[in-house]
């Protein structure tokens, strides 16, 4: 925007952004190896392990994680992106805001 806008403006443009950004997940996606119980697994006896994808967040203030099949990593790793994208879009319309704000002050003090 060109710096003169409202803070209605403001709220109805982050408003249409984020309606862009679904499905939205939050933190990370991790590809992580685990070992199974078998104890002659050769997966495991090698090294290679057993890889899965986990969601990485936090819950009442602690972190922790939630398994994702193979088959729908691709759909939160997508989900993940817009939970960044969604963080970056309140910085930017926090920083106008706050230019509205000030804008909006200098003109009270004329």
């Known amino acids: 925007m060109d710096g003169k806008e409202t ?3 403001i709220k109805e443009w982050f408003l249409r952004e984020v309606a862009k950004l679904w499905p939205i997940a939050g933190n990370g996606l ?3 190896k685990n070992r199974c ?3 002659s697994c050769s997966a495991c006896l090698t090294g290679e392990g057993h890889p899965y ?18 088959d729908l990593a ?4 997508q989900a993940v992106e817009n939970g960044r994208r969604l963080r970056e ?4 319309a926090g920083r106008r805001y ?10 009270e003090e004329k």
């Open 98 to 107: 706050i230019q509205t704000l000030k804008r909006k002050r200098r003109k």
């Open 74 to 77: 691709e759909e939160v790793a």
């Open 30 to 32: 991790s590809l992580r």
């Open 7 to 9: 803070p209605e403006e």
């Open 37 to 39: 119980i078998r104890p």
């Open 89 to 92: 879009l309140a910085v930017e």
């Open 53 to 70: 994808y986990a969601l990485q967040f936090k819950r009442r203030g602690r972190q922790t994680s939630l398994y994702v099949p193979d």
